[in-house]
């Protein structure tokens, strides 16, 4: 991973746009679109700032002289000016989907957020809501927070009640929380590695890794294929599978020289 990405609260906070053209006109949309306010100089309680100057002097310039004043800073085509890089958006409000190519490719980002609209529904952001406003009743129905991952992700698994691929799952929020939704049976998965690059990982392999709750692994498992894993799923380095798996879904990765 070559940036950090993060999703910024900018609702009433003002933004600082320094130049003019259809470059700047489309940054200020996507600040408005989040709720900021554009700025045409720093003031205080800004919090970032944007770039768009044709001259390379100009906007290094311009730049600095942000940077100086605490603000990180995008400057329109000049990823090496950068301090942040805006990604192509997909907006199923609330839910956002943000694909980043470290600025080397605005036209793959372009691509790829386009092979992703067409997948989900338009309705997905209906479904989020939804388990927003249910998390009061989930939590009484299933106190234990382990308890209540492993019903949302059996609900939310490829034809569940709450497939978030189905157009029709957030109407089905409610009836699923009333009736018999259920906790997923714990499992024990393996799996063993073809080699230390994480390129190579089978899908089923990559999907296992990314729904883990415990994965269990010998301490030569490189660090590139343990990255695939969910970041809250707890690491255990052992060198045999456990006897006693714990709840969840329990993953043993073995090395691919074993």
């Known amino acids: 991973m070559h940036q950090l990405p993060l999703f910024l609260n900018l609702a009433g906070r003002a933004v600082v746009l320094v130049g003019e053209g259809e470059a700047a006109a489309a940054k200020a949309r996507l600040i408005e679109r989040a709720g900021g306010r554009v700025v045409a100089e720093w003031e205080e309680g800004a919090a970032i700032a944007f770039v768009a100057l044709a001259d390379d002097a100009a906007a290094r310039a311009a730049a600095d002289g942000l940077r ?39 036209g ?43 019903a949302i992700d059996a609900a939310l698994a490829p034809g569940g009640p709450l497939d978030p691929l189905d157009d029709g799952a957030a109407e089905r ?18 799996i063993r590695l073809t080699s230390a690059d994480p390129d190579d990982l089978t899908l089923r392999a990559a999907r296992l890794l990314g729904e883990a709750d415990h994965i269990f692994h010998p301490a030569d498992i490189p660090a590139a294929i343990l990255a695939r894993a969910r970041a809250d799923a707890v690491r255990h380095i052992v060198e045999t599978p456990p006897a006693d798996p714990p709840a969840g879904l329990t993953l043993w990765i073995a090395g691919h020289g074993g």
């Open 173 to 190: 929020a409610e009836p699923w929380l009333t009736g018999d939704a259920a906790i997923g049976p714990g499992r024990f998965e393996t």
């Open 108 to 150: 793959l980002a372009k691509a790829v957020r386009q092979r992703i609209e067409a997948l989900l529904p338009a309705r997905l952001g209906a479904l989020a809501s939804a388990l927003h406003a249910a998390r009061g009743a989930m939590k009484a129905r299933w106190p234990a927070a382990a308890d209540r991952r492993r």
């Open 68 to 106: 100086a004043r605490g603000l990180l800073v995008n400057v329109v085509d000049r990823p090496g000016l950068c301090d942040f890089t805006t990604p192509a958006i997909v907006d199923r409000a609330p839910v956002t989907i943000a694909i980043g190519t470290g600025g080397t490719s605005a």
